[in-house]
């Protein structure tokens, strides 16, 4: 009974520095991901971004105080949490570059490992999985998070913090989110070139690309309602040669073609048909 | 002015028969479409689904009055539209089949030609270009339909009666509609495979999928708001051949790992860049 009472103290007095107070944020980084993450913890009030650094000393919003922001590493206050919004590539360069040791930093990639960063620090994660654009408002509130920490008390504060935002927080190792993110590749790069596509065949014999609006919308909605085997409709999975035929008569350009044959292979073949 | 006014009278007089009563429909076929559309004009106060005919006597809604239903041809009704919501093998058939002449019948197929139907009849074409699944209640207000007719008198009708369920109207010639269906293969049934691998990768390594839900759905809101082109990001486009061979070291199916390949290249190639 004493043991587990020492133990729950000592629990409670590990997190008690993370949920007493304001969680202090900085973010590194002027990116879009930088900038949705800035507006949205504005809006949170047990969250304040203490600083915000890039190197043009750029605003990440509109309203930020102009003392918030600095183009100096050397300058960088204390946090709870220092947040690498940077590119894949400026990851371990910027980390390597902090002036002091043993913080709590994590990058915002889905495919960078977290031992990239420098280990000096406490390392770990914060990676929304999501398209991000400049314009669009981001309601982060439906965005999953993946979280890596080294250290079980920082992947309880990376919770803490990340619920201020979000319910759907998973927790992934960098394993896991290398294999997350060539699937999203998949759903969202390729995706989106079959649609910049279908709007090229469009463009062509002068017909709205707006027609099939309605379209990729319930395509995307299925998929999140059922498994996407059980949704495989068209002529790849019917074998209906007569009407791939057809199609591939109508695309002119050849690498629409390739990719017309090769995904309609790659149904058969998954479906048990052939070519 | 006296001429004028006979055109218009005239004009009146033709369109009559169809505005002034209900519009009599007969479906022909039992599948989703059918099913669908049925349920649709059932609804509808203007609209009488006179009769159905399919080869089992199947009923299209469980609220469907039995004597409604037919499995002989040679029982059909009188009616102002005759829809063939058959599949695409046997629109010529049941089209020759019919045991009148010079009715107005129309297939909703998005890739057959109008005079693949029997030219004893004024021809049509009533094309609802969506996915529909037996389970799904579907919403026709959103759904295009793209409309042909031999006969301007028919294209009037036909309007009419796709104004009952949508205000997504598109004339659409028999080279056009195959033309969006092509467009509509890649971004439905091509894009519904890029979902499925994701979704196979992701139960290789025991990720539940649905982390990439909130990503599926907004690259497809994205592609509905601005044109995919300007949408595509990405390893492919970034020309970030690190992250591209990392992921092909993931892929150990041949052909996911053909098709990440085949469209890397696709977009380096679109947006000017090489591997």
């Known amino acids: 009974m004493v043991l587990t009472e020492v133990l729950i103290l ?54 930020q105080k102009e003392n918030t922001i600095t183009q100096d590493l050397n300058t960088l206050k204390e946090a709870d949490v220092y947040i690498l919004a940077v590119s894949d590539d400026a990851i371990e ?15 915002t990639s889905g495919s960078v490992p977290m031992n990239t960063l420098n280990s000096n620090h406490r390392r770990g994660v914060f990676y929304p999985l999501q ?6 408002v981001v309601d982060f509130a439906s965005i999953p998070f993946c979280l890596e920490a ?13 619920s201020t935002l979000s319910k759907k927080i998973y927790e992934v190792s960098s394993e896991q989110r290398n294999v997350l993110h060539v699937s999203a590749v998949f759903v969202n790069n390729f995706t989106n070139h079959l649609f ?22 319930e395509t995307a909605q299925k998929a999140t309602k059922m498994n996407p085997d059980l949704a495989q409709t068209g002529p790849a ?7 791939i035929k057809r199609h591939l008569k ?19 073949s998954k479906y048990g048909k052939k070519l």
């Not at 879009?32 to 890039?54: D, G, I, P």
């Not at 080294?150 to 990340?162: G, H």
């Not at 910049?196 to 919308?217: T, W």
């Open 93 to 107: 360069e910027v980390s390597n570059l902090l002036p002091f040791n043993n913080k709590f930093i994590v990058h």
């Open 131 to 136: 398209t991000f654009s400049e314009d669009t």
């Open 10 to 63: 000592l629990h409670f007095l590990k997190e008690l520095p993370y949920f007493s107070a304001m969680i202090r944020v900085i973010i590194l980084g002027a990116g879009n991901v930088a900038q949705h993450l800035f507006t949205a913890f504005y809006e949170h009030k047990s969250v304040e971004v203490v600083q915000c650094y890039n190197r043009k000393g750029k605003r990440l919003h509109p309203n």
């Open 196 to 217: 910049s596509i279908a709007n090229d065949i469009c463009n062509n014999y002068n017909i709205p690309f707006e027609i099939l609006r309605p379209l990729v919308l």
């Open 150 to 162: 080294e250290y079980e008390e920082n992947m309880i504060f990376l919770k803490k913090l990340t």
């Open 250 to 268: 109508i695309l002119t350009d050849t690498t629409q073609q390739e990719i017309y044959k090769t995904l309609t292979k790659a149904i058969q």
């Open 237 to 243: 999975i019917r074998n209906d040669s007569k009407t």
